[in-house]
C-alpha cells in the first residue's frame, strides 16, 4: 500500500528547498507509481555546479535525470 502523506510530505520539502535555492521554478511535481518515485521538473535547465548544489539541499537523495521538456528533471526513489 502506498503512504500518500509521507509522499506529500516529502513533496512539500523538496518544493522548500527548490524555493530556497532557485526561487519558484517547478513546472512538475508529481508521484510516478509504477516507478515508485517522486519526479521533479524544473523551468530552469541547471548547469553541473547548479545540480550538485541543488542535490545535496534536498532531505533524500536526488538522481538527475537530464533535461525535459521544460528544464531540469530528478527523480526521488522512496
Avoid: H
Avoid at 38 to 65: G, H, K, R, V, W
Amino acid at each position: 500500500m502506498t503512504d500518500y502523506d509521507s509522499i506529500w510530505r516529502t513533496q512539500d520539502e523538496i518544493r522548500t528547498v527548490v524555493n530556497a535555492v532557485l526561487g519558484e521554478c517547478i513546472w512538475n511535481l508529481n508521484w510516478n507509481d509504477p516507478r515508485m518515485a517522486i519526479e521533479l521538473e524544473l523551468t530552469l535547465t541547471l548547469d553541473d555546479d547548479e545540480i550538485d548544489n541543488l542535490c545535496c539541499q534536498f532531505p533524500i537523495s536526488a538522481d538527475y535525470d537530464g533535461v525535459g521538456s521544460r528544464g531540469s528533471k530528478f527523480t526521488f526513489y522512496l
